[in-house]
């Protein structure tokens, strides 16, 4: 569907992106030009998020991504840009244009998805069948009801290397479709066979119901035990949250974070419908954002041996900023909570719901667990270790609490340990202010070549600030296209990603029309939409003169004459000085 630059311009008008952004995460110096916060897409302390109000945009410094508010919904709710554009309109209270021009991306995610839904009505018929005997007799082991089976549309992928792809063939599927859904993949003979073969099959729902991902377990002890769908267009490793379709109506906003399928699915026929799971092989950023929507209070459930220990610590590292509280529950004995289920009741999980710890019991909890407190070498140990803990609290109230805690635990007075922690306060602080000026100085100065989304600018720094410098003062001003245009042209630029980004804008110049990114994003990938705002962002820190834009003109006639003229082997000094001026002559230099 395309929009109209006056739909796209209303949009923008009753959109404000720093209200939008402010249901994400925490905005700091609201009201000034340029407000800041801590960035919604990746993990960080100090705040590399920075919204721009004059133009509507913003741009993290810290991951390189930016935008404007429909780039911002795209990323932080997976939308495509129809999608996006729906979501704002709705908040906005605007209607939907209307347009029969049907895109081809769209067509392919509607495609998808009807695949995706063909897919797990086949698996859940195939269950019934005599050769799922194996997956029958495992969901009987692990005490799953008919009922739970149906909610969950759990199913099974024949043992045999085609059932699915002539099933989905038979309903006007073709190979390469299914291919690129992950439901078939090419093999070298050049025949096409099923992904999933003998697995139980969990299908992965979104928010709005739709099948958009594939969970297969082994009925046997073969490694790997699941084989999960690869990204698609529907679907993206590490940004979905699996069961949250179910989970995401409890009215306490309280949602229990397990490890994998089993655990959510034995936790909700057990009557706990806000147990979900992260998808993926590692908790994301994109989750965190995910899960604060739906939930004030976070407790994690991991499974206590080893592996799980340190899922729980590398989840609690992700959830350091974010909105909501968080507690870990205290499973033991090398049990997850199918197991607590099964062996202890329900009431057991009630249990130890209710004695959760919170992030700080339990990272003090680990560090207890490495020594011996009853010897004066393991108190020194743990006090040691609890100091690192107890300087990351922020509440000066709940640190003290704990400092106490920690000092009745080995026996000795508070007041060293207070000592200790507001030591390890101050270095902090001042770490945090060092790091804080050193990305200020890095912005001030443009020299964030590690985040803009170049391959090329490492090894051409030179030509790139003056291509980047070019291009941010196109936005600026239009009028120096025809005005250079002599000069400066598309083979002018050394960089692949700046050549077709000038194209782009070049175009829009000559067809009159906005250059502000919400109306690049239709068009862009996101790598181009980044990569503009970035440009917003440098466009403050140039002159915008035309002798300047004359001056990187030149810049980039001498960095390319550099890549064309020979390195001079064999030729006296007077021809290589002739050859030299020949090549200026020819570029105009």
Not at 33 to 53: D, G, Q, V
Not at 185 to 194: E, L, S, T, W
Not at 268 to 290: C, I, K, P, W
Not at 552 to 557: F, G, H, S, V, Y
Request: with cysteine; proline share 3%.
């Amino acid at each position: 569907m395309r929009f109209s630059d006056d739909f796209i311009s209303e949009l923008r008008a009753r959109t404000d992106l720093e209200e939008l952004v402010g249901r994400y995460t925490e905005i700091r110096d609201r009201g000034s030009s340029r407000p800041r916060a801590l960035c919604p897409f990746h993990s960080e302390k100090t705040p590399s998020f920075f919204i721009y109000r004059e133009n509507q945009s913003f741009y993290c410094f810290g991951c390189g991504i930016g935008g404007d508010a429909i780039t911002f919904v795209r990323n932080i709710e997976r939308l495509d840009y129809v999608e996006a554009v729906r979501f704002l309109a709705e908040r906005a209270g605007m209607n939907m244009p209307t347009d029969p021009v049907d895109d081809e991306y769209l067509r392919l995610r509607r495609r998808c998805y009807e695949a995706n839904r063909e897919a797990a009505r086949f698996f859940y018929a195939c269950l019934k069948t005599e050769s799922a005997a194996p997956a029958r007799e495992y969901l009987k082991k692990r005490q799953l009801s008919p009922e739970t089976v149906k909610h969950f549309g759990l199913g099974y992928a024949p043992d045999t290397w085609d059932a699915l792809l002539k099933h989905l063939k038979g309903k006007g599927f073709t190979e390469s479709e299914l291919v690129a859904f992950y439901l078939a993949r090419q093999g070298k003979n050049g025949h096409a066979y099923d992904v999933f073969r003998n697995k139980l099959m969990f299908p992965i729902i979104d928010l709005r119901g739709n099948v958009i991902a594939f969970g297969g377990r082994v009925l046997d002890d073969s490694k790997p035990k699941y084989i999960n769908t690869s990204d698609t267009v529907v679907y993206k490793k590490g940004s979905g949250i699996y069961a949250l379709n179910f989970a995401k109506n409890n009215k306490e906003r309280k949602l229990i974070l397990c490890e994998g399928y089993m655990d959510v699915i034995a936790m909700h026929q057990a009557g706990f419908t806000n147990a979900v799971a992260a998808l993926g092989t590692a908790f994301t950023q994109e989750q965190v954002s995910l899960l604060s929507r739906y939930c004030d209070e976070l407790y994690l459930s991991f499974d206590s041996d080893g592996a799980g220990q340190t899922a729980t610590r590398r989840a609690l590292r992700m959830l350091e900023n974010a909105p909501m509280k968080i507690k870990v529950m205290n499973l033991s004995g090398g049990k997850d909570p199918d197991e607590i289920i099964k062996s202890e009741g329900k009431q057991k999980i009630d249990e130890l719901i209710s004695t959760a710890q919170n992030d700080t019991e339990f990272a003090l909890s680990g560090a207890r667990a490495k020594y011996d407190i009853k010897t004066d070498g393991g108190k020194l140990g743990y006090i040691n270790d609890a100091v690192l803990v107890l300087a990351g609290i922020s509440n000066p109230v709940e640190r003290s609490i704990y400092i106490n805690r920690v000092a009745e635990e080995t026996g000795t007075a508070p007041e060293p340990i207070q000592h200790q922690v507001e030591r390890a306060l101050k270095t902090r602080s001042a770490r945090a202010r060092q790091e804080d000026f050193e990305h200020r100085a890095r912005e001030a100065a443009g020299d964030d070549r590690g985040k803009i989304p170049n391959p090329e600018r490492r090894d051409n720094l030179r030509a790139c600030k003056a291509e980047e410098t070019i291009l941010a003062s196109l936005l600026l001003n239009p009028d120096f296209l025809t005005r250079f245009a002599g000069t400066l042209g598309a083979d002018s630029f050394v960089t692949k990603v700046n050549r077709e980004l000038y194209q782009g804008i070049a175009e829009r110049i000559r067809n009159h029309r906005p250059l502000d990114i919400s109306y690049f994003a239709e068009d862009s990938t996101n790598e181009t939409i980044n990569m503009l705002a970035y440009l917003q962002t440098f466009s403050k820190k140039i002159a915008g003169t035309k002798r300047e834009f004359e001056d990187c003109i030149n810049t980039l006639a001498e960095e390319k004459l550099k890549k064309t003229v020979p390195a001079g082997e064999g030729l006296s000094d007077a021809d290589f000085l002739r050859l030299i001026e020949s090549k200026k002559n020819k570029m105009g230099v």
